[in-house]
């Protein structure tokens, strides 16, 4: 819930959300969690969705969230060291989002750490596959967004982040913008 937490107080076009099948089947952790806050309206949408495939994307309403909308992915499941198909799909996870939230004219998305809890992708390198993802996504579409937010739940996730934002996204102080 402390993800949750962190968006009450704020309006946003998009919630992300990482299913934990691609059945959407109510699971405990950040999937349970936006699904109770959201209400059973969340749900039932969800089942009438047909599923989604690892790395694939759907959109559905927010109801009693703070998000107008909740876009859904599933993650690769990666226990242990990750394989260039599990990368592949985690891109495409935040590529697919992306491109549902950019079609539907969203400007703010907030997107939890994809498959870094039951699914055992490594924090590290899923951090570095979700910047790469949003950066490369941005290159190309940079007037699509007026704000990407990454949601963490665990404080190595925000080191992780903080440590590797600026890798990704330098700030250039003298033109106090950011380089894309």
Request: glycine content about 8%; aromatic content about 10%; some cysteine.
């Amino acid at each position: 819930m402390e993800e949750l937490r962190a968006l009450d107080n704020n309006q946003y076009d998009v919630f992300h959300k990482t299913c934990l099948s691609p059945s959407f089947v109510f699971l405990l952790a950040v999937d349970g969690c936006i699904h109770r806050a959201a209400g059973p309206l969340l749900k039932l949408e969800c089942s009438s969705l047909g599923g989604c495939e690892t790395g694939q994307a759907k959109i559905t309403c927010g109801y009693l969230l703070p998000a107008k909308y909740v876009i859904h992915t599933v993650g690769p499941v990666a226990q242990g060291q990750p394989g260039p198909s599990q990368k592949e799909e985690l891109m495409n996870c935040y590529k697919n989002s992306m491109y549902l939230a950019s079609e539907g004219k969203l400007r703010t998305v907030a997107f939890p750490c994809i498959s870094t809890g039951v699914f055992g992708y490594p924090a590290e390198e899923a951090a570095e596959v979700a910047l790469g993802s949003i950066r490369s996504y941005l290159e190309e579409k940079k007037d699509k967004f007026d704000r990407i937010i990454i949601c963490v739940f665990l404080e190595k996730d925000e080191e992780i982040y903080l440590r590797k934002l600026p890798e990704y996204f330098p700030f250039d102080w003298a033109q106090v913008s950011c380089k894309l």
